[in-house]
């Protein structure tokens, strides 16, 4: 199995600019996590999915923050309009039931200008 | 959640073992204890989880004080490779996916 497998691996854009970031987790899977780290606030749930089903999203940001799964093998994390501040870097991971472990994307390094 | 206790950072020695402690003195009966830890510029893996009995993997070993009130990983010959911020964290067993709670981890300097 290829793993977690996130796109872009880098991403730069300037304030005001939409972001989406893309994950494909493990074949199988039924739960799907984004994380972001920052060096402040280290390692943070910003939202799961159970079965293409967003079920907690309490940790994401604000509004401008949205992510979607409309299939078992794609979800997407956009922020829109873009701020320095959300300059982090953001992981995938996907686990075979809800307290199993959990596998890591390689992250997608964003940097907001 | 019960929190977790972990030192910021240690030293070891290649080809040396590696004790690294956690405290989690609110522990519940129902808590597991996972590792995972974080290469540099990569994800965090997954290295061990144990409930009340010391575990063994290829990775590692996990040992578990009778009490349940902390916790040891063990690296018995630590590598360049094993350089990583390892992440020691209480999941409940057959709860609901909270997602993985992350303190600060413990930094792990191998020296040549």
């Known amino acids: 199995d290829a793993g977690v497998i996130q796109s872009p691996r880098h991403e730069v854009t300037e304030m005001g600019q939409e972001v989406t970031l893309r994950c494909k987790p493990i074949s199988g899977h039924d739960y799907l996590f984004w994380y972001r780290q920052t060096m402040m606030r280290g390692l943070e749930l910003l939202i799961y999915f159970n079965n293409n089903v967003p079920i907690d999203d309490s940790g994401m940001p604000e509004d401008r923050f949205s992510a979607k799964m409309p299939n078992a093998s794609f979800s997407t994390l956009k922020i829109q309009p873009s701020e320095p501040r959300d300059s982090a870097v953001y992981f995938c991971a996907s686990s075979f039931g809800p307290s199993n472990t959990q596998y890591f994307g390689p992250g997608t390094r964003l940097t907001v200008l | 959640d019960a929190k977790t206790t972990q030192p910021n950072s240690m030293e070891s020695n290649e080809e040396e073992p590696v004790h690294l402690p956690c405290n989690h003195s609110?522990?519940?009966?129902?808590?597991?204890i996972h590792w995972y830890r974080q290469l540099p510029s990569q994800g965090p893996e997954y290295v061990i989880h144990g409930l009340t009995s010391n575990v063994n993997n290829r990775m590692a070993s996990l040992a578990i004080a009778e009490d349940r009130k902390s916790s040891t990983l063990i690296l018995h010959r630590a590598t360049l490779r094993d350089a990583a911020v390892y992440y020691c964290?209480?999941?409940?067993w057959g709860g609901g996916a909270d997602g993985l709670t992350f303190g600060k981890g413990t930094h792990l300097i191998i020296q040549p």
């Open positions: 609110t522990i519940s009966g129902t808590d597991y």
């Open positions: 964290i209480l999941r409940p």
